[in-house]
């Protein structure tokens, strides 16, 4: 048996392939498959559990149907983080907590979508701590809905061209954020997302820490079972 991870699928309204292929893949992909994280940046962004589009409402039906089968765990990335216990519970996933660690095939592991290890974006960082106070979240959440979808336009906006502007390195990981988290988690194995930089990294000791892929252009998804990790790749299916 084997555990499959998946994160920065970034689905959206504008991007029914990628749509396709993550609902191909909940229906083919799963073959011995005994859990299944879905580590944060499921959606490009959301405003809120109460604005359903049509789309995610096939999401949370088609997560659903895998939870009848295997559990479903889901770890809010910077896009989603405000998907709540309602969108979880149509879709019938645990909602786990930023950092969450488990045991994975005896391997002490440490799971989360990654953007707190971007610890030089310093901008982002601020904003990240100003977000996760209770009241902003209360404030934000009782919003009318059009005033949400405005931020949420702001916001893709904003970090679009603000990206562009930002060096390279300040995107990816820190590593001293990588060490710092190991040590006082106690785990030999990290798995984020964020980067959109999939690969296995070999760190001192014997500890891995392991990138999964962004679904822009093929999905991508990391296999792990007790003979280790693996990335996979699945390529766009032409209609
Ligand atoms: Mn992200």
Request: charged share 20%; glycine share 6%; net charge neutral.
């Amino acid at each position: 048996m084997r555990t499959a991870f998946v994160g920065d699928l970034h689905l959206s309204a504008d991007r029914p392939d990628i749509t396709q292929a993550f609902l191909q893949f909940l229906k083919q992909g799963l073959d011995n498959v005994e859990a299944l994280y879905i580590i944060g940046d499921l959606f490009e962004v959301w405003m809120g559990d109460d604005i359903a589009e049509t789309y995610t409402a096939d999401i949370a039906n088609a997560i659903n149907q895998v939870s009848q089968h295997i559990p479903v765990f889901f770890t809010q990335g910077n896009r989603d983080f405000m998907v709540g216990k309602a969108f979880c519970r149509n879709a019938g996933m645990t909602l786990l907590p930023d950092v969450y660690k488990t045991n994975l095939y005896d391997n002490s592991t440490v799971i989360l979508h990654g953007d707190s290890l971007c610890t030089l974006d310093i901008g982002y960082q601020r904003f990240r701590r100003f977000r996760s106070l209770a009241i902003v979240r209360w404030i934000y959440s009782h919003l009318p809905k059009q005033t949400r979808l405005n931020i949420a336009a702001k916001i893709r906006q904003k970090s679009q061209t603000g990206n562009q502007q930002k060096h390279y390195e300040i995107m990816d990981v820190e590593p001293s954020a990588v060490q710092r988290l190991l040590a006082e988690t106690g785990c030999d194995l990290m798995i984020h997302g964020h980067t959109h930089r999939p690969n296995i990294h070999l760190l001192a000791q014997g500890k891995k820490r392991v990138v999964v892929g962004d679904w822009y252009t093929q999905g991508s998804v990391l296999m792990v079972d007790k003979s280790g990790c693996e990335l996979v790749q699945l390529p766009f299916v032409e209609n």
